[in-house]
């Protein structure tokens, strides 16, 4: 009877447990529906293709007004997922099928925004206020979800990576940024790395010009070692180059070459968007320099982190940066908090608005550098 009742005692054990595993990873499933927030964006920029007037300028005044109102009164979360609750959002596909899911949106939205350009009858600011919409999609949608997928190592998700990059021009990001941005971070030989006291202004042409000049560099140090020449189509910036010159003659021959030149215009936001964000993540940073051309590893507070919820939802946890670039290879939804990583006053919206008033970014931001450093 006692060897009876110690296994009824067992068995509902195991269904305890079991219940309790089955409830967590149910729970588990319905948090990853909270990076769906995102898509509002997305549904404000494509009802700005469709409309006329004010509503045009939504998703500027979402992305660069409400959310950044919002970061002011929301606590930022500093909370992980434990070992468990990791394992699960790690294996679970819901969490990539939604970054898939944006590559076919984006070019939809393209189409979207081409189309309506070619054939409605808009004023300046119209135009202007759709060009905006298009370019916050290209630096949220098309760059941001490029750089967590071209961190995967599968084919499959690389290439989905660089066609999104194709649709902000900018496909030397993931040749530069995963080889070289990566191994360089917060030393001075890293174009996409601030300076202290550098201006985002000046900022935007260092990194923009030298970025490029850094993929060439790379890629043609990849041919050289196969043994192949700098010239060939195996070359990943010849490929790039000739791709992203077809992708403009495609539109050009769809369209006229002023909707080209709208296009045109939306990406160079979107890259701008991309590199203001480059700016204040890595703003006066150093790695310690060991040998000659060496540096101590890239540590989490070698990058500015948020952890103001809001825009780390809309940025599929771009702003936990510290963690990113001290585990490169950790998807965006398990990515971690560090005790000892820098924090940023507030979202990343906010943080771009801010920078761009360079002494009032100076004022905020190099004391906290000075902190750091002493």
Known sequence: MRSLSL??????????????????????????????????????????FASTGWEIWIPAIYAFGVIPLLELFIQPNANNLNVAEEEVAKSDKIYDLLLYLVVPLQYLA???FLYGMIYDDLTTIEIAGRITAMGILCGVFGINVAHELGHRVNKFEQGLAKALLLTSLYMHFFTEHNKGHHKRVATPEDPSSARFGEPVYLFYFR?????YISAWHIANDEMRKKGNSVFS?????VQFTFTQLAFLCLIFFLTSWLVTLYFITAAFIGILLLETVNYIEHYGLQRKA????????AMPEHSWNSDHIVGRLMLFELSRHSDHHYMAS?????????NNSPQMPTGYPGMILLSLIPPVWFYVMNKRVR????
Do not use: V, W
């Not at 309790?20 to 149910?26: A, F, V």
């Open 110 to 112: 393209l189409s979207r």
């Open 330 to 338: 950790r998807k965006y939804q398990i990515l971690r908090h560090h």
């Open 233 to 237: 189509l195996k070359n990943e910036m």
């Open 371 to 374: 902190n750091i450093s002493n």
């Open 290 to 297: 060991t040998d000659e051309g060496k540096y101590e590893r």
């Open 7 to 48: 296994k009824h005692l067992d068995n509902e054990k195991n269904k305890r447990l079991f219940l309790i595993l089955y409830r967590s990873t149910k729970i588990m499933k319905l948090r990853a529906f909270k990076y769906l927030s995102p898509f509002l964006l997305y549904l404000a920029a494509f009802r700005s």
């Open 207 to 211: 990194t923009i010009i030298f970025s």
